[in-house]
């Protein structure tokens, strides 16, 4: 089988966030020891595995170094740009099954978009639990902005949503993984992304962790920036149909531009990611 290293939510080789892609033969999956494995041996936060099961149709399994996830942002954009660029599939729409769902994918000529899952507001946490969440990253309720509090979101993973007030402090957070690591075993949650508003046409910096799941930091993660959508929507903070971008991995020196898109019809909230991605390496598996 071909594996490919991609550089997702870039246009830069060796920026953005690295995500392996397997592409497979056949009618069936490997077995998931063999695919977990291969995972930790690409070291990379995710890596897909992708299997074609209808002309137009995938089915796409993520694995960690440590887990299998139900859906990954970026390792699905590398994937269909390694499908593009491998001549696989032209540009049009495609249709994904993933454990989070069933979604659709707009392969375009420089740049691919995903549906997220459904949003999903999770819980809500008190003063305490703000105070512990803030002290896991060296911070204070202080640092915490006027009229935003921290929550989880789901748009396909659950991540606490931790908003800070400015890049000067977003910069300065410093992981307790073995902290978070409970504070996520606690709250059932992949992780925390810590976010500050932007300026100009930037909707948010933003900084991602899952330690729990083998991640210390992430460069870019199209499903929390999902949920940070969807979060600033319901607050008012951005527009249904406008384009929002966010900048993650600067403080990695790993710059990741994330686009997306809320729509809200009919009382159906429905968020899509997008961006580019570039293909690094190419090998086979022995």
Same mark, same amino acid.
């Given at each position: 089988m071909e594996f490919f290293v991609a550089d997702a939510f870039t246009s830069v080789r060796f920026s953005g966030n690295q995500a392996g892609v397997v592409l497979l033969d056949g009618d069936r999956f490997p077995p998931e020891d063999f695919m977990r494995g291969l995972a930790g041996e690409l070291k990379h936060s995710e890596t897909a595995f992708v299997r074609r099961t209808g002309r137009d149709c995938f089915h796409i399994r993520y694995f960690t170094p440590a887990e299998e996830v139900d859906l990954c942002g970026h390792a699905t954009i590398a994937s269909f740009t390694v499908l593009r660029e491998a001549g696989a599939v032209p540009a049009g729409e495609y249709a994904l099954h993933t454990r989070s769902g069933d979604l659709k994918i707009d392969v375009q000529p420089e740049s691919v978009w995903m549906d997220m899952a459904s949003p999903a507001e999770g819980r809500t946490f008190s003063e305490e639990e703000q105070a512990e969440l803030y002290a896991a990253y060296g911070l204070t309720l202080a640092d915490r902005p006027e009229g935003l509090a921290p +929550?989880?979101? =789901? @748009?396909?993973?659950?991540? $606490?949503?931790?908003?800070?007030?400015?890049? #000067? $402090?977003?910069?300065? %957070?410093? +992981?307790? #993984?073995?902290? /978070?690591?409970?504070? =996520?075993?606690?709250? *059932?949650?992949?992780?925390? &992304?810590?976010?500050?508003?932007?300026?100009?046409? /930037?909707?948010? &910096?933003?900084?991602?962790? %899952?330690?729990?799941?083998? $991640?210390?930091?992430? #460069? %870019? @993660?199209? @499903?929390?920036?999902? %949920?940070? @959508?969807?979060?600033?929507?319901?607050? *008012?903070? $951005?527009?249904?149909?406008? +384009?929002?971008?966010f900048i993650q991995g600067e403080a990695m020196g790993k710059p990741s531009e994330i686009l997306s898109r809320l729509d809200d019809a009919n009382s159906q909230v429905s968020v899509r990611i997008g961006g580019r991605a570039v293909l690094a390496l190419r090998g086979a598996v022995l």
């Open positions: +929550q989880a979101v =789901s @748009t396909g993973l659950l991540d $606490i949503l931790l908003p800070v007030r400015e890049i #000067a $402090i977003l910069n300065r %957070a410093q +992981q307790d #993984a073995a902290a /978070v690591c409970r504070l =996520s075993e606690r709250y *059932g949650v992949v992780g925390v &992304h810590i976010f500050c508003p932007g300026e100009d046409d /930037v909707t948010a &910096h933003c900084r991602n962790f %899952a330690p729990l799941y083998a $991640i210390p930091e992430e #460069a %870019a @993660t199209g @499903t929390s920036n999902g %949920a940070l @959508t969807y979060y600033l929507y319901r607050r *008012g903070r $951005i527009a249904s149909g406008a +384009q929002n971008r």
